[in-house]
């Protein structure tokens, strides 16, 4: 059964504090990883990983990928109150084009303090 | 460019009525369909996907179902609502099944 799994489930930090979200995979047939922060109702995407290695940037999040590790990781420094939202980690597996799903993971749930 | 509607919004059903929600999209065709239903602070759960017309998924056995009656509809019902049907019900779209799935703003639905 295709699993993702993130951790912690929740976080309370400070302002200027730097996180790290873990998330962990075990599905057949890999084909890219997702970031996705939510914080009201849509959520909105952040950075897709489908190599192991590099690290995708954009502004205080960054993010790396371990195919032979399967997990991966989102980094945010300097946080700030903006930054609370659920964080949301997918996978997508298939065997190619559109058969491919897109699993989601448990979700963490950031709260930062001012 | 692409938009995706999902309605209503806000749903307060009684137990043992039924449901129907829709989700459609626009400017773009053929695209993979999601619906997902997530839990107060926690996970998106996938519930159905599709690649076409007709063509429809299942990944939990529920008291739900789907249907996509035409290419860039998504409907989710229900013939008869559980308690634990109530949470919040994302519809989503994909080109092709690749790449970052684009999100409807949801429906909480509340089952008294």
């Known amino acids: 059964e295709d699993k993702v799994v993130q951790s912690p489930l929740s976080l309370v930090v400070h302002e200027g504090d730097t996180v790290t979200l873990n998330c962990s995979y075990e599905v057949t047939n890999f084909r890219s990883l997702l970031w996705y922060k939510q914080e009201k109702k849509a959520p909105t995407f952040l950075f897709m990983l489908?190599?192991?290695?590099i690290e995708k940037k954009s502004g205080r999040l960054s993010s790396i990928l371990d195919k032979k590790e399967l997990f991966s990781i989102l980094n945010i420094t300097a946080t700030q109150t903006g930054d609370s939202a659920i964080y949301l980690c997918a996978v997508e597996a298939g065997y190619g084009g559109a058969t491919n799903k897109l699993i989601f993971g448990t979700g963490t749930l950031l709260a930062v303090q001012p | 460019s692409q938009t995706i509607h999902q309605w209503p919004a806000t749903l307060v059903q009684p137990v043992g009525s039924p449901l129907s929600l829709e989700c459609t999209v626009e400017g773009t065709s053929n695209p993979n369909l999601y619906w997902y239903r997530q839990a107060a602070g926690r996970g998106l759960q996938l519930l159905f996907y599709?690649?076409?017309?007709?063509?429809i998924s299942s990944e939990v056995p529920q008291n739900l179902s789907a249907s996509r009656p035409q290419d860039r509809q998504f409907i989710l019902s229900s013939k008869k609502l559980l308690l634990s049907d109530s949470g919040f019900y994302l519809c989503a779209w994909r080109d092709f099944g690749m790449g970052e799935a684009f999100f409807g703003q949801g429906t909480r639905l509340t089952v008294v």
């Open positions: 489908t190599s192991s290695g």
């Open positions: 599709s690649v076409g017309i007709g063509q």
